[in-house]
């Protein structure tokens, strides 16, 4: 009886081995696809005139899709291919940090510099809000669907305050600083207002600086409307009224009709296929560890 299990678990562990080398033999043979797939040149294979694409899908910071290092990176590609006519940035985010889209904002406005014969064209599709719409106001012009919501140019902090929760459960709040304002609008402390005070003047100032942004991409074609700066959002079709956008269209629209080059060629910056396999088979590695772990020792972490 103990030699037919000796047997048995030697003929799993061999077929074990077997569908694991199968399994990384797969692999890397996805790896070796990919890895030669994602240097191909765009140019070589679109040996025609296009219309050169940039999503920014989500919300705009520096560890999402949407980084301004992701955008930029795609941007600088999608003007030093030869065969682009134009770029469109296809937007769908509803903002995020000003920092990041400060530094697209930036980079469009230098990369028209160095390639003026090339226009760049920001679509809205479902949102393109905040910094979203800071970004889109480096355009040269701005394209939405008639009910994308447009706008929110404006900033915005929140936090809660715990004070009277803590006192409640009778905890003590233990906080040691060197310097003042170390500690300022922490939430389990009472808002001063010198602190409110000094916030409030740092948003203000951003805010004004996302204004005389968009006022310096818009020009002219914004209206002069008291709303358009206070951080409501609108449709497209009302966006169209205040200047926010130049017409209701799509990208394809825009890169037929405007642009004269229907083909269009996505430049976006994503995470290489191989990055994306490495990870995942990085987790499927740690997995069987942990199960293997748990079956020499008699428990499982599943």
Excluded: C
């Excluded at 081995?17 to 696809?33: D, G, N, Q, R, V």
């Excluded at 510099?113 to 040269?140: E, M, Q």
């Excluded at 233990?174 to 922490?186: H, I, P, S, V, Y």
């Amino acid at each position: 009886m103990v030699g037919s299990l000796h047997v048995e678990h030697r003929r799993a562990r061999r077929w074990g081995i077997f569908f694991k080398l199968l399994t990384f033999t797969y692999l890397f043979a996805l790896l070796a696809i990919f890895w030669f797939s994602n240097d191909i040149d765009t140019d070589n294979v679109v040996p025609h005139a296009h219309t050169a694409l940039v999503e920014v899908k989500g919300p705009i910071a520096d560890d999402e899709e949407a980084s301004a290092d992701a955008i930029i990176t795609a941007l600088r590609d999608a003007f030093e291919a030869d065969r682009s006519q134009a770029v469109i940035l296809r937007i769908n985010s509803p903002g995020g940090s000003p920092v990041q889209s400060g530094y697209v904002y930036d980079e469009i406005k230098r990369l028209r510099t160095l390639y003026p014969a090339k226009k760049v064209y920001a679509v809205i599709t479902d949102i393109g809000a905040s910094g979203a719409y800071y970004i889109a106001a480096a355009a040269d012009e701005i394209y939405a669907d008639k009910a994308s919501l447009v706008g929110s140019i404006g900033v915005i902090s929140s936090s809660f305050g715990f004070v009277e929760l803590i006192d409640k459960i009778g905890v003590e709040r233990r906080t040691l600083t060197a310097g003042e304002n170390k500690a300022f609008l922490d939430p389990f402390s009472p808002l001063r207002e010198e602190d409110r005070e000094f916030w409030q003047s740092v948003l203000d100032t951003t805010h004004q600086q996302f204004i005389e942004q968009v006022k310096r991409g818009r020009g002219d074609r914004l209206k002069d409307d008291e709303k358009l700066f206070t951080g409501l959002v609108w449709t497209g079709e009302q966006a169209l009224e205040l200047g926010l956008v130049d017409g209701l269209g799509s990208s394809s629209m825009v890169a037929r009709d405007i642009v004269g080059a229907e083909k269009l060629v996505d430049y976006t910056s994503r995470p290489r296929p191989i990055d994306r396999i490495i990870k995942q088979f990085g987790a499927e590695v740690a997995r069987e560890l942990v199960l293997q772990i748990g079956a020499r020792t008699g428990y499982s972490l599943e």
